[in-house]
């Protein structure tokens, strides 16, 4: 039986072979595990997605790209299906797991390495369990492993000295939102890009403009959703009232550009039903960042894509009792 995962059923994007060696297939099965974040099957663009990392800064690239082949060499060595492996589906959460460790824990520490590399291999028995439980409904795993993998990293690290080399306490008891809603130029465009960079954990405006163009690059169709994610995103924080500040750096909104992504074009059909659909989704996951900010802040913990994993399973669970919205054949 085929395990659900992020990009099952989705848009087949255009290939790039890196080599016809045995060298050359794995480092394009890492490149499009690092693409499959954006439910992109494509080493070109888990190329310009490394660029991206690179770009934020050298320790954010080799992480990413260190968490990507762990995890697919962890696959490899279980004997997980090689077509799964082939397609990056075993190297995007370990991607992620690896990019948060550097984020969090100090990428410059060598506890912070080793961690990074036993967290990307674990998260690949974390995709199975998901996998196994989620497949009873039919409903793919997502990015679930990594947000149970960093949380409970990012939650532990604290009560190890050997490990959290950080001088802040990051516990903090929720607080009421403050400071200024009104959103300038500058702020819209910086949030338009940063809302796309932080799926990677990143807040630069220049390196989320770099995802996007990857995205691009890939599928011109999830490029246009996850540009009409980010642009809903903005629109709902700003009628809601969130801080200005949050909104620019991206906080609120890379959550609603994957929702955007993965019910507008690839678990979905594309069509207006399923972009109407998406968009709601979006709503939804821009409205339930803050609280699940919210309930990991006393744990000093962060939400991660927690909201795009919630919100996207929700209304993907719910879409069979709609007949207007047709699941992706795959």
């Not at 990428?107 to 009873?136: E, N």
């Not at 492993?145 to 409970?152: D, E, I, Q």
């Not at 909104?247 to 207006?272: E, I, K, N, P, S």
Request: a neutral charge; hydrophobic letters at 55%.
């Amino acid at each position: 039986m085929r395990q659900p995962s992020t990009a099952e059923g989705g848009p087949v994007a255009k290939s790039f072979d890196v080599s016809t060696t045995r060298w050359g297939r794995g480092l394009a099965a890492v490149l499009r595990g690092q693409a499959q974040v954006d439910f992109l099957p494509s080493a070109l663009a888990g190329l310009v997605f490394s660029v991206a990392l690179f770009a934020a800064g050298w320790q954010y690239g080799l992480y990413g790209l260190l968490g990507a082949a762990v995890g697919t060499g962890t696959a490899r060595l279980l004997g997980v299906d090689r077509g799964r492996i082939a397609v990056g589906l075993e190297g995007f959460n370990a991607c992620l797991v690896g990019v948060a460790c550097a984020v969090f824990l100090d990428a410059d520490h060598l506890s912070t390495l080793l961690i990074a590399v036993a967290a990307s291999a674990a998260v690949t028995v974390v995709t199975a369990a998901a996998a196994r439980v989620l497949g009873t409904w039919d409903l793919p795993t997502l990015t679930l492993p990594f947000c149970l993998t960093a949380s409970a990293l990012t939650v532990a690290a604290p009560g190890f000295q050997r490990v959290w080399h950080l001088t802040d306490d990051l516990a903090a008891l929720p607080r009421t939102a403050s400071g200024p809603t009104a959103l300038s130029l500058t702020d819209l465009w910086h949030a338009f890009f940063t809302n796309i960079g932080e799926i990677f954990l990143m807040p630069q405006w220049y390196v989320g403009l770099i995802f996007l163009i990857g995205i691009f690059l890939a599928d011109r169709r999830l490029g246009l959703l996850a540009c009409a994610g980010s642009a809903m995103s903005i629109a709902t924080s700003w009628a809601l009232g969130a801080p200005a500040d949050q909104v620019r750096q991206g906080l609120m909104g890379y959550d609603a550009v994957l929702v955007a992504m993965a019910l507008g074009g690839v678990f979905l059909v594309t069509d207006a039903w399923s972009v109407g659909y998406a968009m709601v989704g979006a709503v939804a996951s821009t409205v339930l960042s803050p609280a699940l900010g919210a309930l990991f802040a006393p744990s000093g913990g962060h939400a991660f894509t927690w909201p795009f994993v919630l919100v996207a399973l929700v209304f993907l669970a719910a879409a069979p009792a709609f007949p207007r919205l047709r699941r992706a054949a795959g």
